[in-house]
């Protein structure tokens, strides 16, 4: 721990858990003895850790803390509080928060600072409300959580792509032609849900090959390796390449939402033709 600026800090945290007196903390950080320091202080406030150090992981874990791994923390100030702000929306996409609730969220990397989020502000918390009348949150959620996975693993080493179109599956079936014999058919539907984690690798590797990847209402995967017919009406902003119209044009075509992941690590949500949603997956 840096003594010298961590013991302030610290104060400063515990001072304000009693004055805010949030439902949980989140904090961010890869400094054990600051995380260590911080724990008995904090008075008995649920706290969840993201760290890029599996030392501190393993360490948290053996303390009973919920830890994640992340990606390392950005070298600079703003970038980091933009690295939290994906951070916290991958964990409510992981339900680690629950609506309703306040976060005091903690920053010890680049960057010392502390701010207080209400998860109903979120701007994912908002994203569950525009796309329910389109598709269950809870689908759109576990596959977030896939599209999350698939951003930090990548493949061999690299980042890759994928998309996903969520709902309205036959109407996706009859806007899309098959790029490949289809994976999935045959299959079991159980074999074939999204929400059975045992799933989620198989799914995950299909879902990188060219092409999209087609989920039914109720979270079965219906096909992978689809062609979507694209809508040249669509407009999207410069720099997006084909899966991102493929991706809006199927979306703004029926009532289905696609999420699409880009090569870059950034992941957005289209409905209606437009995107509705973006975050860096780090």
């Known amino acids: 721990m840096r003594g010298g600026t961590a013991r302030p800090f610290v104060r400063s945290v515990a001072f304000q858990v009693?004055?805010?007196?949030?439902?949980?903390?989140?904090?961010?950080?890869?400094d054990l003895g600051f995380i260590e320091a911080l724990l008995p202080e904090v008075g008995g406030v649920p706290v969840l850790v993201a760290t890029s150090s599996e030392r501190v992981e393993r360490a948290l874990e053996r303390r009973g803390v919920p830890c994640e791994r992340v990606g390392k923390p950005a070298d600079g100030g703003f970038q980091v509080l933009e690295q939290?702000?994906?951070?916290?929306?991958?964990?409510?996409?992981?339900?680690?928060?629950?609506?309703?609730?306040?976060?005091?969220?903690?920053?010890?990397?680049?960057?010392?600072?502390?701010?207080?989020?209400n998860v109903d502000d979120l701007a994912l918390a908002g994203l569950r409300r525009e796309v329910q009348d389109?598709?269950?949150?809870?689908l759109l959620e576990v596959v977030l959580q896939i599209s999350f996975e698939l951003a930090r693993e990548g493949r061999e080493g690299s980042h890759v792509?994928?998309?996903?179109?969520?709902?309205?599956?036959?109407?996706?079936?009859?806007?899309?032609?098959?790029?490949?014999?289809n994976p999935f058919h045959g299959h079991g539907r159980e074999q074939r849900m999204v929400y059975v984690a045992e799933n989620r690798q198989t799914i995950k590797?299909?879902?990188?090959?060219?092409?999209?990847t087609?989920?039914?209402d109720s979270g079965a995967v219906v096909a992978a390796g689809r062609y979507i017919q694209i809508n040249w009406e669509v407009y999207l902003q410069g720099g997006l390449g084909g899966?991102?119209?493929?991706?809006a044009s199927?979306?703004?075509?029926?009532?289905?939402?696609?999420?699409?992941?880009?090569?870059?690590?950034?992941?957005?949500?289209?409905?209606?033709g437009r995107e509705i949603y973006r975050v860096n997956a780090v």
Request: charged content about 20%; cysteine-free.
């Open 250 to 272: 199927i979306s703004k075509d029926t009532r289905a939402v696609a999420v699409v992941v880009s090569s870059s690590n950034v992941i957005r949500v289209f409905k209606g």
């Open 214 to 216: 087609v989920v039914d």
């Open 243 to 247: 899966r991102h119209l493929a991706g």
């Open 84 to 117: 939290a702000g994906s951070l916290i929306s991958k964990a409510f996409a992981k339900g680690l928060f629950d609506e309703g609730e306040r976060v005091l969220t903690v920053i010890f990397a680049g960057l010392h600072a502390t701010f207080v989020f």
């Open 18 to 30: 009693t004055q805010i007196k949030p439902d949980k903390l989140f904090v961010f950080s890869d």
């Open 134 to 138: 389109a598709v269950p949150p809870e």
């Open 205 to 212: 590797q299909f879902a990188q090959l060219d092409g999209a």
């Open 161 to 181: 792509g994928a998309l996903f179109v969520l709902g309205d599956s036959e109407a996706v079936m009859a806007h899309s032609r098959p790029r490949i014999i």
